[in-house]
């Protein structure tokens, strides 16, 4: 069978965060026993081997990655080897970065879950509102194109509505991430996501929805192919799989990745990949979204489509169409208060 290489290195470069999200289990507690950052050295070796394989896409990540003393060390490395680079962050770190960072992201997502700032510092466990509305200013005099990464839950499903308009008037994408994790985002609420699918700063792939309407992976018929499209790689220099999250095996990164698809434990992970008991219902969207494009179906149609009307908006649409400098606490907070003058016009007439 041709072996194709993975589309994306998932790197892990701290398991550290500021922030305490209400839907993650991710931070780590800094012990002492465990390894607070990537190792650089490590990173711009497995970085090298990324390439050799024709790996195109890192995407540094944790826990918050801006933590990581080294990250514009990371980034540039990677871009001069020509690696396609993505962040996410929470913000709180980005202003004080966001100068050296410049030109380093090629996709940069703020994670912004709420225009409600009390509900956003809510769900964040932490007040990193201001950082966020201070991160798009900056980052749009800087000439970067953030996108903002809205993690919807029950809790936050009626803040589509106005963060897509505040997308829409600051010229960025809102992508649409549904959360993953237990309370998986109710079926009821799918069909407000696909009502939102054409909004033009909405990026939703439909893939995901269709994945969830049919109750997320099958075991008998896996759509997941995270050991195939995904290498993860942990701060302490392993190779996770079958995937992070549900992490069951740790291989050391041997010096030349080919080794790694050679190896006996890789073979089989790749032959379980979604057929494990775990993977019964699993929709975790950061692996869904290559696996999509390593089968042809209707979920590698919707998902390219879903790529290329991103491209379009981003790189054609908003190029040419500037935005007016209004920040973006100012607009966020319009955009509220319109919205809420609305509803409660609508009680009053009920
Ligand atoms: S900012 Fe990211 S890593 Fe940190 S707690 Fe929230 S979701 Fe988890
Ligand atoms: S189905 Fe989910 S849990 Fe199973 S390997 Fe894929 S991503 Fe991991």
């Given at each position: 069978?041709?072996?194709f290489p993975p589309v994306l290195l998932h790197y892990?470069?701290?398991?550290?965060?500021?922030?305490?999200?209400?839907?993650?289990?991710?931070?780590?507690?800094?012990?002492?026993?465990?390894i607070r950052f990537a190792d650089p050295q490590q990173v711009i070796h497995n970085l090298a081997q990324a390439?050799?394989?024709?790996?195109?896409?890192?995407?540094?990540?944790?826990?918050?990655?801006?933590?990581?003393?080294?990250?514009?060390?990371?980034?540039?490395?990677?871009?001069?080897?020509?690696?396609?680079?993505?962040?996410?962050?929470?913000?709180?770190?980005?202003?004080?970065?966001?100068?050296?960072?410049?030109?380093?992201?090629?996709?940069?997502?703020?994670?912004?879950?709420?225009?409600?700032?009390?509900?956003?510092?809510?769900?964040?466990?932490?007040?990193?509102?201001?950082?966020?509305?201070?991160?798009?200013?900056?980052?749009?005099?800087?000439?970067?194109?953030?996108?903002?990464?809205?993690?919807?839950?029950?809790?936050?499903?009626?803040?589509?509505?106005?963060?897509?308009?505040?997308?829409?008037?600051?010229?960025?994408?809102?992508?649409?991430?549904?959360?993953?994790?237990?309370?998986?985002?109710?079926?009821?609420?799918?069909?407000?996501?696909?009502?939102?699918?054409?909004?033009?700063?909405?990026?939703?792939?439909?893939?995901?929805?269709?994945?969830?309407?049919?109750?997320?992976?099958?075991?008998?018929?896996?759509?997941?192919?995270?050991?195939?499209?995904?290498?993860?790689?942990?701060?302490?220099?392993?190779?996770?799989?079958?995937?992070?999250?549900?992490?069951?095996?740790?291989?050391?990164?041997?010096?030349?990745?080919?080794?790694?698809?050679?190896?006996?434990?890789?073979?089989?992970?790749?032959?379980?990949?979604?057929?494990?008991?775990?993977?019964?219902?699993?929709?975790?969207?950061?692996?869904?979204?290559?696996?999509?494009?390593?089968?042809?179906?209707?979920?590698?149609?919707?998902?390219?489509?879903?790529?290329?009307?991103?491209?379009?908006?981003?790189?054609?649409?908003?190029?040419?169409?500037?935005?007016?400098?209004?920040?973006?606490?100012?607009?966020?907070?319009?955009?509220?208060?319109?919205?809420?003058?609305?509803?409660?016009?609508?009680?009053?007439?009920?």
């Amino acid at each position: 069978m041709k072996l194709f290489p993975p589309v994306l290195l998932h790197y892990y470069i701290t398991r550290l965060c500021n922030c305490r999200c209400t839907f993650c289990d991710i931070p780590g507690e800094g012990k002492d026993d465990e390894i607070r950052f990537a190792d650089p050295q490590q990173v711009i070796h497995n970085l090298a081997q990324a390439k050799k394989l024709h790996i195109p896409f890192v995407d540094f990540t944790g826990g918050e990655p801006l933590l990581h003393p080294q990250l514009a060390e990371l980034l540039r490395y990677a871009k001069k080897l020509g690696l396609r680079t993505s962040v996410t962050t929470n913000c709180l770190l980005y202003p004080q970065q966001a100068y050296t960072l410049k030109g380093l992201v090629d996709f940069l997502h703020f994670s912004l879950d709420a225009l409600d700032e009390s509900l956003h510092n809510h769900i964040r466990g932490n007040n990193v509102y201001s950082a966020v509305m201070h991160s798009i200013d900056l980052a749009r005099e800087l000439g970067e194109a953030p996108d903002l990464l809205y993690t919807v839950t029950n809790e936050n499903i009626a803040e589509l509505e106005p963060l897509a308009e505040f997308a829409r008037q600051m010229r960025l994408i809102l992508i649409v991430n549904p959360v993953f994790i237990k309370p998986a985002l109710a079926n009821r609420n799918l069909p407000l996501l696909e009502q939102f699918n054409r909004h033009p700063n909405v990026y939703l792939n439909r893939a995901f929805l269709r994945l969830r309407s049919r109750g997320g992976n099958s075991v008998s018929h896996p759509r997941c192919r995270a050991v195939s499209s995904t290498l993860v790689i942990s701060p302490d220099n392993h190779i996770l799989l079958p995937c992070y999250h549900f992490c069951r095996d740790k291989l050391p990164v041997p010096a030349g990745f080919a080794e790694i698809f050679t190896s006996k434990t890789w073979r089989e992970y790749r032959s379980m990949q979604g057929r494990f008991n775990f993977c019964a219902g699993c929709t975790i969207n950061c692996y869904f979204d290559p696996s999509f494009l390593y089968a042809s179906d209707c979920y590698l149609l919707e998902s390219l489509a879903a790529k290329a009307r991103y491209a379009l908006t981003k790189y054609i649409h908003h190029k040419f169409h500037y935005p007016d400098k209004s920040g973006a606490r100012l607009r966020a907070a319009e955009i509220a208060g319109i919205i809420n003058r609305r509803k409660n016009r609508l009680i009053h007439a009920d």
